[in-house]
């Protein structure tokens, strides 16, 4: 890409249920990806990581809710933000249609 920095990349695909693990709440999902990606690192806080991508993408209403029971764009959202869960954030995010099916203000949410 530039430099010789290495790639770092994320790919989301348009049926996200791929991505999340059923039975877990959203802010579980979050700690657990947290967890996954950042095994390597020492004293990172995953809730407080969690937290602040439920707040950034406007989920925190549903931080206790099991993935099973969002919505389409809460789904959508919850993927792209256990994505986003690593101390190192990836230098190019490839999503397949991300706003279809959302509502006008989930797609200004997920855009941005």
Same mark, same amino acid.
């Given at each position: 890409m530039s430099n010789g920095t290495p790639i770092s990349t994320v790919f989301l695909t348009q049926e996200v249920d791929g991505h +999340?693990?059923?039975g +877990?709440? !959203?802010r579980q999902l979050l700690i657990y990806a947290s967890k996954l990606k950042n =095994? =390597?690192?020492k004293n990172v806080d995953h809730n407080k990581i969690a937290l602040g *991508? *439920? #707040? #950034?993408l406007n989920l925190s209403a549903a931080a206790s809710t099991k993935v099973q029971s969002l919505s389409g764009g809460e789904k959508k959202? +919850? !993927?792209l933000a256990s994505e986003l869960t690593s101390t190192v954030m990836p230098n190019l995010i490839l999503v397949d249609e991300i706003c279809s099916g959302l509502d006008s203000n989930s797609a200004a949410v997920v855009s941005l």
């Open positions: +999340l693990m059923k +877990l709440t !959203a =095994s =390597s690192q *991508l *439920l #707040e #950034e959202r +919850l !993927a």
